[in-house]
């Protein structure tokens, strides 16, 4: 009985701190900070991509070039698209998850179409 509540406990356990996962496209609510980040040198057509580095991890799945279908993985910074974030602030973006390479420059493999930006804290 006891190993039946100690493994009962570790799988709550673990639940209560995995992190949320998300799918292509769906609308989401992620927090961080934004940098700008500079395209590689010698891309002279390439612009600055803007990243938000989340504050914690997160799951997104992802279609696969391969026979499993869909690919999970663990995100800490998103591309931020159509938006100029406040720089050097703790935000919360909300907008649609994007996965690939969705914009003239490529930073990260998952993004966000913004839609709305909340400022949470100045640095």
Request: glycine share 8%; aromatic share 6%.
């Amino acid at each position: 009985m006891r190993k039946a509540c100690a493994w009962l406990f570790l799988l709550v356990a673990g639940a209560a701190t995995a992190a949320p996962c998300y799918n292509d496209g769906d609308v989401v609510t992620l927090e961080g900070t934004a940098a700008r980040q500079a395209p590689h040198e010698g891309d002279v057509s390439a612009k600055t991509a803007w990243v938000l580095t989340l504050s914690s991890p997160v799951c997104v799945l992802s279609a696969s070039a391969g026979q499993s279908g869909r690919q999970q993985s663990n995100v800490s910074a998103v591309q931020i698209i159509d938006a100029t974030p406040t720089e050097n602030a703790r935000i919360q973006l909300t907008g649609k998850l994007v996965t690939g390479n969705v914009s003239g420059y490529y930073a990260v493999p998952t993004a966000i179409w913004v839609l709305k930006e909340r400022v949470l804290s100045r640095q």
